[in-house]
């Protein structure tokens, strides 16, 4: 209880002292100066992050950064435990990027603020029209260099167990062109509870696999591409009843050389 207090306390201050920087960054906007607008947005949002990560008391340890491409934009591709994978994901990484969120994040005080600024598109999944509006969004953006985060299980699984995988997401691709970067969560799901009911210190884990360049995709090797991805990537958490054993259990970096 005594966590969680702090944790809300001292992130809110944080979040109501940092405020006055999105105010520099609409500036930004309004007047043209978008790359300085992006990199403001970027870089300060990231801050955030690690603040709010680490005031739960958790640590991180994050390998294979040199995977993610310097240049160009990227999607990259995580499993979903839990609230603070976004934390990981946009504060650990550094490559400017836009969250494919759902319309109830747009609800978040001064966090979703944040995410317009970074470039975050919110898909109501009960409004086909809208869903494939933020798709196409999505792709411009990726289209322009800009990267973008996806969580293909569409909710939190709330444990080391992973969801299904959608593939509606798989436009994202197919359509832009840019190369997929998966990455595999471990542990958020312990930090942060599901409704927020509790915080805790946790050691989180994070794996950042090498890109994966798949270009144009057959739709009847959509599923198949998706199942193993699924598995690359929980493959690096514990857990998850796919974890590799051994050097010798290790799946391909690239999914779609078991469909040649």
């Not at 005031?55 to 979903?80: C, D, M, Q, W, Y």
């Not at 994978?85 to 494919?100: N, Q, R, S, T, Y």
Request: hydrophobic share 40%; charged share 20%.
């Amino acid at each position: 209880m005594l966590r969680k207090t702090y944790w809300y306390s001292l992130g809110w201050v944080y979040l109501i002292v940092t405020y006055p920087m999105l105010w520099v960054v609409r500036f930004y906007g309004r007047v043209g100066k978008i790359d300085k607008k992006n990199y403001l947005a970027d870089k300060m949002s990231s801050r955030i992050c690690r603040v709010l990560f680490y005031l739960s008391g958790s640590k991180i340890t994050i390998n294979g950064l040199e995977n993610v491409p310097k240049e160009g934009a990227v999607i990259f591709v995580s499993n979903h435990q839990g609230h603070f994978d976004g934390l990981v994901i946009h504060g650990f990484i550094d490559k400017p990027k836009g969250f494919v969120s759902i319309v109830e994040a747009s609800k978040a005080p001064v966090i979703s603020t944040w995410m317009r600024e970074m470039d975050s598109v919110f898909m109501d999944r009960k409004d086909i029209r809208q869903s494939l509006a933020c798709i196409n969004q999505a792709i411009e953006l990726l289209k322009k260099g800009h990267s973008m985060v996806v969580f293909p299980e569409g909710k939190l699984s709330a444990s080391a167990v992973p969801n299904e995988f959608n593939r509606g997401w798989l436009k994202l691709v197919t359509r832009s062109g840019v190369p997929i970067v998966p990455i595999s969560i471990d542990g958020t799901y312990k930090a942060f509870g599901k409704n927020g009911e509790w915080v805790k210190p946790a050691h989180v884990k994070c794996m950042v696999s090498k890109p994966i360049y798949i270009g144009d995709i057959k739709k009847a090797d959509e599923n198949a591409f998706v199942s193993n991805l699924r598995l690359n990537i929980m493959s690096h958490v514990s857990g998850s009843g796919f974890e590799i054993v051994n050097q010798s259990e290790a799946i391909e970096d690239n999914p779609l050389e078991s469909l040649n």
